[in-house]
């Protein structure tokens, strides 16, 4: 696994903690990232995976806690917010817009904007082509279909384009490999190490703990709301971390009276 | 370029080359491949006007004539300009029950205004009568955006209350009468033949021109562009279809002003639609509003919009309309205006389920719609008939719809 670039993490949570209702979603957890690094963030269904990354987002803000970007302490509000600090998710469902062409896609919320208001398509559609081919995704027909005609793999490469195109420097990917078959899943395993190799800080959010050893360079383990453990993926086993993904290394369950 | 860092050596660009070279053959495979997976354009249409054409010329030798072309435009004015605001509307995927009333609503304000003791200038009862609707839009979309209400229920409510203000303002007389000659004249005035020639020249030149030079300017970039022969077909189809519609027009009492408003009204809306941001959001929100959400578009803020737009062209529409009877009487904004206006896009090919569409769909939507009316009026049925027959072709169009959106889906066209 790579070495850790930089010491101080490009992105930090301190304590976030989030409710719904009754439903405790986060409590007090602690997650850090640096830069040049794959940091996977696993746990059971309902351990809090998709309310953290929704909270980095600012899709619902956290309640409580405190989120340092580069060492310094930041608001995250809204969409807007995390994209300008130059934070993007790639969601499990894609966040696409089937109708739209590719181009469109990668740009949408952000066009370029050139005269008469008019959107100034043939500059968007030049980025967009350097970057997929940074990215070294060459197998599209063309950059003007809908991307309801690609396949799952095409899929998620543009996604992730998308989110790198922005001077990104955390890039979030929530289950990249779920809906995907082999070959597919190994083109996108090989994007999250050219994010890697060109500096970006990467989360990777999977079930899949293969890919995860593929990929990871450390590994955040949540259970309940709770984080409870970080391990060093070449000092971990599988077993270890479906230990504390299940019964968890917790020194208390919310909810239980402790023993 | 905005990546954190650029490839140390540009690899030769094979997306790049693959997508510049599209040659004519190409393009017509993947148009028909387009047809095939249920995205039929404006096919359905051109066969749809030659069937009725043929069932109604074959029936009243009146139909095809240039003093029934020349009604059919004026005929088709209101209902398209209350279509081409619903064309954004459907493009979200939500609808707008009460355009019919609305253009009532806009209709009896201007002929209030216009009248003694208010007299205002025709102009001032234009802009007026234009916020007017255009408010009425913007509280209908707040409604429907912050209390988060359906907006099937809140333009229900709009069309009852709407209703309501026409009936009350109108009160028990019946009918205002419009005696301003410029408001009459949009929809009963005519270009002289010379200038029913120029606009035509003028507006094909405007075509080619802005065709061309978006042509030169994707060739220079390097970026896809459309086969050099493709661009020349549709401007000659264009130059030939409007040297026709100039023609046959002249023949008569030559091209209606409404005739120009129109297609005013389609270059300026088309452009909203396909070069604009705005026209961007729409289609992603009709497309996937989760998705325009994350992209961090202000989707209440377009909805809204879209609302104010169609409340705007409905009232635009009331004011044509009002313009053609002379008047405005309890019955304006009924009958079938409402579903005539909706039907109208949807026949043109705009999917009632959002995110497909184009503005042109209005106006051909609204071509076969007053194309059967006109004829069935030429062959004198019976009310009852025409309903009917009005509610099949309707019902036919949906169900295209719904047949093209499974063929999409399968073909996986989006």
Same mark, same amino acid.
């Given at each position: 696994?790579?070495?850790h670039?930089?010491?101080?993490?490009? /992105?930090?949570?301190k304590?976030?903690? &989030?409710?719904?209702?009754?439903? @405790?979603a986060?409590?007090?957890v602690?997650?850090e990232?640096?830069?040049?690094?794959?940091?996977a963030?696993?746990?059971?269904?309902?351990?809090?995976?998709?309310?953290?990354? &929704?909270?980095?987002?600012?899709?619902y803000p956290?309640?409580d806690?405190?989120?340092?970007?580069g060492?310094?302490?930041?608001?995250?509000?809204?969409?807007?917010?995390?994209?300008?600090?130059?934070i993007?998710?790639?969601?499990q469902?894609?966040a696409l817009a089937d109708?739209?062409?590719v181009?469109?896609?990668?740009?949408?919320?952000?066009?370029k904007?050139?005269?008469?208001?008019?959107?100034?398509?043939?500059s968007m559609?030049?980025?967009a082509?350097?970057t997929?081919?940074?990215?070294?995704?060459?197998?599209?027909?063309?950059?003007?279909?809908?991307v309801a005609? /690609?396949?799952?793999?095409?899929r998620q490469?543009?996604?992730?384009?998308k989110? *790198?195109?922005?001077?990104?420097?955390?890039v979030?990917?929530?289950e990249?490999?779920?809906?995907l078959?082999v070959?597919?899943?190994?083109q996108v /395993?090989d994007?999250?190490?050219?994010l890697?190799a &060109?500096?970006?800080a990467?989360?990777?959010?999977s079930?899949?703990?293969h890919?995860?050893?593929?990929?990871?360079?450390?590994?955040?383990?949540l259970?309940?709301?709770?984080?409870v453990?970080?391990?060093?993926?070449s000092k971990?086993?599988? @077993?270890?971390?479906?230990? #504390?993904?299940?019964?968890?290394?917790?020194?208390?369950?919310?909810?239980?009276?402790?023993? | 370029?905005?990546t954190?860092?650029?490839?140390v050596s540009?690899?030769?660009?094979?997306?790049?080359?693959?997508?510049a070279?599209?040659s004519?053959g190409?393009? *017509?495979?993947?148009y028909?491949q387009?047809?095939?997976?249920?995205?039929?354009?404006a096919?359905?249409?051109?066969?749809?006007l030659?069937v009725?054409?043929?069932?109604f010329?074959g029936?009243n030798?009146h139909?095809l004539?240039?003093?029934?072309?020349v009604?059919?435009?004026?005929?088709?004015?209101?209902?398209t300009?209350i279509?081409?605001?619903l064309?954004?509307?459907?493009l979200?995927?939500?609808?707008d029950?009460?355009?019919?009333y609305?253009?009532a609503?806009a209709?009896?304000?201007?002929?209030?205004?216009l009248?003694?003791?208010?007299?205002w200038?025709?102009?001032?009862?234009?802009?007026?009568?234009?916020?007017?609707?255009?408010?009425i839009g913007i509280?209908?979309?707040?409604?429907?955006?912050?209390?988060?209400l359906?907006?099937?229920i809140?333009?229900?409510?709009?069309?009852?209350?709407?209703?309501g203000?026409?009936?009350?303002?109108?009160g028990?007389?019946?009918? *205002?009468?419009i @005696?301003?000659?410029?408001?009459i004249?949009?929809?009963n005035a005519?270009?002289?033949?010379?200038?029913g020639?120029?606009?035509?020249?003028a507006a094909?030149a405007?075509?080619?021109y802005? &065709?061309?030079?978006?042509?030169?300017?994707?060739?220079?970039?390097?970026?896809?562009?459309?086969p050099?022969?493709?661009?020349?077909?549709?401007?000659a189809?264009?130059?030939v279809?409007?040297?026709?519609?100039?023609?046959?027009?002249?023949?008569?009492r030559?091209?209606?002003? *409404?005739g120009?408003l129109?297609l005013?009204?389609l270059?300026a809306?088309?452009?909203?639609?396909?070069?604009?941001?705005?026209?961007?959001?729409v289609?992603?929100?009709g497309?996937?509003?989760?998705?325009?959400r994350?992209a961090g578009?202000?989707?209440?803020?377009?909805k809204?919009?879209v609302?104010m737009?169609?409340?705007?062209?409905a009232?635009?529409?009331?004011?044509?309309l009002?313009s053609?009877l002379?008047?405005?009487?309890t019955?304006?904004?009924g009958?079938?205006l409402l579903l005539?206006?909706?039907? #109208?896009?949807v026949?043109?090919?705009t999917?009632?389920f959002?995110?497909?569409?184009?503005?042109?769909?209005?106006?051909l939507g609204?071509l076969?719609?007053?194309?059967?009316?006109n004829?069935?009026? /030429?062959?004198g049925?019976?009310a009852?008939?025409?309903?009917?027959?009005?509610g099949?072709?309707?019902?036919?169009?949906?169900?295209?719809?719904?047949?093209?959106r499974r063929?999409?889906?399968?073909?996986?066209?989006?």
């Amino acid at each position: 696994m790579s070495n850790h670039a930089n010491n101080t993490p490009i /992105l930090e949570l301190k304590g976030v903690s &989030k409710r719904f209702g009754a439903v @405790q979603a986060l409590e007090k957890v602690d997650f850090e990232v640096r830069s040049g690094e794959v940091m996977a963030l696993v746990g059971d269904n309902g351990a809090g995976k998709s309310t953290l990354i &929704k909270g980095i987002a600012g899709i619902y803000p956290f309640d409580d806690g405190e989120v340092f970007f580069g060492g310094e302490k930041v608001d995250i509000h809204g969409p807007r917010d995390a994209a300008d600090l130059g934070i993007e998710i790639v969601y499990q469902d894609l966040a696409l817009a089937d109708n739209l062409d590719v181009v469109a896609n990668m740009f949408l919320g952000r066009e370029k904007v050139g005269g008469m208001w008019a959107m100034d398509e043939e500059s968007m559609e030049e980025e967009a082509i350097k970057t997929l081919d940074s990215l070294s995704v060459t197998t599209l027909r063309s950059v003007r279909l809908p991307v309801a005609s /690609l396949s799952g793999g095409q899929r998620q490469a543009i996604a992730v384009a998308k989110a *790198v195109m922005w001077n990104s420097k955390v890039v979030i990917l929530d289950e990249p490999t779920a809906a995907l078959g082999v070959a597919q899943t190994r083109q996108v /395993l090989d994007l999250v190490k050219t994010l890697r190799a &060109k500096g970006l800080a990467v989360v990777i959010i999977s079930h899949n703990l293969h890919d995860i050893f593929e990929v990871a360079d450390r590994i955040t383990v949540l259970r309940l709301g709770k984080r409870v453990n970080v391990f060093d993926a070449s000092k971990t086993t599988q @077993q270890e971390v479906v230990y #504390a993904i299940t019964a968890g290394a917790l020194s208390q369950v919310p909810g239980m009276v402790k023993s | 370029m905005s990546t954190t860092q650029e490839p140390v050596s540009e690899p030769q660009n094979a997306l790049l080359e693959a997508t510049a070279r599209t040659s004519p053959g190409d393009y *017509v495979r993947n148009y028909l491949q387009r047809m095939k997976g249920g995205d039929m354009g404006a096919l359905p249409i051109i066969i749809g006007l030659i069937v009725i054409a043929i069932i109604f010329q074959g029936q009243n030798e009146h139909f095809l004539t240039p003093r029934n072309f020349v009604n059919l435009i004026v005929q088709m004015a209101g209902i398209t300009t209350i279509a081409i605001g619903l064309v954004f509307v459907l493009l979200l995927g939500e609808i707008d029950l009460s355009v019919g009333y609305v253009s009532a609503v806009a209709a009896v304000f201007l002929a209030m205004r216009l009248r003694p003791p208010d007299g205002w200038p025709w102009y001032a009862g234009i802009i007026g009568a234009l916020l007017f609707a255009a408010a009425i839009g913007i509280v209908q979309g707040l409604f429907i955006t912050k209390a988060r209400l359906p907006s099937f229920i809140v333009t229900l409510a709009g069309l009852l209350v709407w209703n309501g203000v026409v009936l009350i303002l109108i009160g028990t007389g019946g009918t *205002v009468i419009i @005696q301003d000659p410029v408001i009459i004249g949009i929809a009963n005035a005519f270009l002289p033949h010379v200038w029913g020639w120029i606009v035509g020249v003028a507006a094909v030149a405007i075509f080619a021109y802005s &065709k061309l030079r978006r042509w030169k300017r994707r060739q220079k970039r390097q970026v896809s562009s459309e086969p050099i022969a493709i661009v020349i077909f549709q401007i000659a189809l264009v130059a030939v279809i409007m040297a026709a519609v100039v023609y046959v027009a002249n023949l008569d009492r030559g091209v209606p002003f *409404v005739g120009v408003l129109l297609l005013i009204f389609l270059a300026a809306f088309t452009y909203l639609a396909d070069r604009t941001k705005f026209g961007r959001y729409v289609y992603a929100i009709g497309g996937n509003t989760e998705s325009a959400r994350r992209a961090g578009i202000p989707v209440d803020r377009i909805k809204t919009l879209v609302f104010m737009i169609a409340s705007l062209m409905a009232g635009a529409g009331g004011i044509v309309l009002a313009s053609r009877l002379r008047s405005v009487d309890t019955a304006a904004g009924g009958g079938n205006l409402l579903l005539m206006a909706i039907a #109208a896009p949807v026949i043109g090919g705009t999917s009632l389920f959002g995110g497909h569409g184009r503005v042109i769909s209005a106006l051909l939507g609204a071509l076969i719609i007053a194309s059967i009316e006109n004829g069935m009026g /030429l062959l004198g049925l019976s009310a009852g008939a025409k309903f009917i027959i009005t509610g099949l072709v309707l019902l036919v169009a949906v169900l295209v719809d719904a047949i093209s959106r499974r063929g999409r889906e399968q073909s996986g066209l989006g």
